[in-house]
């Protein structure tokens, strides 16, 4: 790895020289000599640039890296970049669980939002898990609200499971036939006598993919 090399294609005006140093910056081992030249594009005209940044950033596990995605969270117009920075910061573990949820409840974009979920899904913590789902659960996106959904079903077997399985059972009936579809699937992670009377009545449900989802693994 040339380092010099790297430097001048971070100067660069050009955006293909610049994303090319940061892929090679990669394999840099050395936070001392990555986490500062990561820093010096956070504020790159270039939202892609950024991104890179970003997930450059969660490689390196360091104070100064930690920082720097808060700042790219906090502050990045872009919410691709915003969304790449959080699921960095997801790989400092339960340090980055408070950021998350602050972040989740100030930030209200979907593409933000269901990455974050994305990433509390990963941090085997249940009960922020329950909480943040919970919260997705309001959402006025509905991939939003699939996205919770999905969450809830991997508490089945935890403390937080009657939570959870309680939330599911509201939405059998929902009026939207995906939330419906959604229910299904997470349903069947529950070894719960209501969770298997809901994918019976799921099973008559009007819509043929709610049906399907119902029945699958029956058959």
């Not at 293909?16 to 010096?40: F, M, N, Y």
């Not at 403390?159 to 059972?169: G, K, P, R, S, V």
């Amino acid at each position: 790895m040339d380092i010099d090399r790297i430097e001048a294609y971070l100067r660069s005006p050009n955006m293909q020289d610049r994303l090319k140093g940061l892929t090679e910056l990669r394999q840099c081992d050395s936070p001392e000599i990555a986490v500062p030249l990561l820093k010096s594009k956070l504020r790159d005209p270039e939202f892609l640039v950024r991104s890179f940044v970003a997930m450059g950033l969660g490689k390196q596990q360091t104070e100064a890296s930690f920082e720097a995605l808060l700042e790219l969270i906090d502050r990045d117009r872009d919410p691709n970049v915003r969304a790449e920075a959080a699921n960095s910061l997801s790989f400092f573990g339960e340090d980055a669980i408070p950021h998350l949820i602050a972040t989740f409840q100030q930030d209200t974009h979907w593409l933000m939002r269901r990455s974050i979920l994305a990433a509390m899904a990963e941090l085997n913590n249940p009960a922020q898990l329950l909480k943040i789902a919970t919260l997705a659960l309001q959402d006025d996106d509905q991939t939003v609200k699939e996205s919770a959904i999905d969450c809830l079903s991997l508490l089945a077997a935890t403390e937080q499971q009657e939570e959870a399985l309680n939330a599911l059972l509201v939405r059998v009936s929902a009026d939207w036939w995906r939330t419906r579809l959604r229910v299904a699937y997470a349903l069947k992670k529950f070894q719960d006598p209501r969770a298997q009377e809901a994918l019976t009545q799921l099973r008559q449900d009007e819509n043929h993919r709610v049906v399907g989802a119902a029945m699958e693994g029956l058959l």
